[in-house]
């Protein structure tokens, strides 16, 4: 039995992520999607909104399910009983820190080891900052991102 997690800030989640999670969640039985909380950082939408547009955009993935977690991903890792981390590489922009980490969480936890899919071609340009960059403008994000997303962007600019 093979578990992962997925970590991420998903702010919001777009095709790009989605992707990753259905190639992830064909080569492992069960997959844990993990919602940082990142108080560096200061997301469009709050985790409980992130967590919903999630759980909705997962739900064709019967082995996905949607966490929110604090602290070190290694952590969130053992917690889950995951022995894999998933990231996805768009490009070699992506390629040096995410190195980085991965050799770091390995140091820290060696029985956790971190896997890497690369992007679908049609996704490499795609990020959630572009995705809420279009949106801002009032602009149709479809490309971007699913239509119940899309929605939760629509109504996060018109307030
Ligand atoms: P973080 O803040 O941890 O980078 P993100 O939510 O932006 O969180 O991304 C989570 C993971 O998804 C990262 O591994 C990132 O490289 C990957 N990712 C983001 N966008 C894409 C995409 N368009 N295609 C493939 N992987 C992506």
New binding site residues.
């Given amino acids: 039995m093979i578990t992962a997690v ?6 919001p ?5 989605l ?2 999670i259905g190639r992830a969640s064909r080569v492992v039985d069960r997959l844990v999607i993990g919602i ?1 909380i ?1 108080k560096k ?1 200061t997301p469009l939408f709050t985790i409980e909104e992130r967590l919903d547009m999630l759980r909705h955009s997962v739900e064709p993935f019967p082995n996905v399910t949607v966490q929110t977690f604090d602290g070190l991903t290694v952590e969130f890792a053992k917690q889950n009983g995951a022995s894999l981390i ?5 490009a070699v922009t ?1 390629f040096e820190s ?1 190195m980085q980490i991965a050799q770091t969480n390995r140091v820290i936890e060696p029985t956790v080891d971190t896997m890497f ?4 071609l049609q ?6 900052t572009m995705a809420k960059e279009v949106a801002s403008y009032g602009s149709d994000v479809s490309h971007f991102v699913n239509p119940y997303v899309a929605e939760c962007l629509r109504k996060k600019f018109a307030k």
């Fill in positions: 997925y970590p991420g800030s998903f702010d989640v777009t095709l790009g992520h992707d990753i940082l990142n950082k998933i990231r996805g590489l768009r992506d995410e899919f690369t992007t679908s996704y490499a340009y795609l990020s959630s």
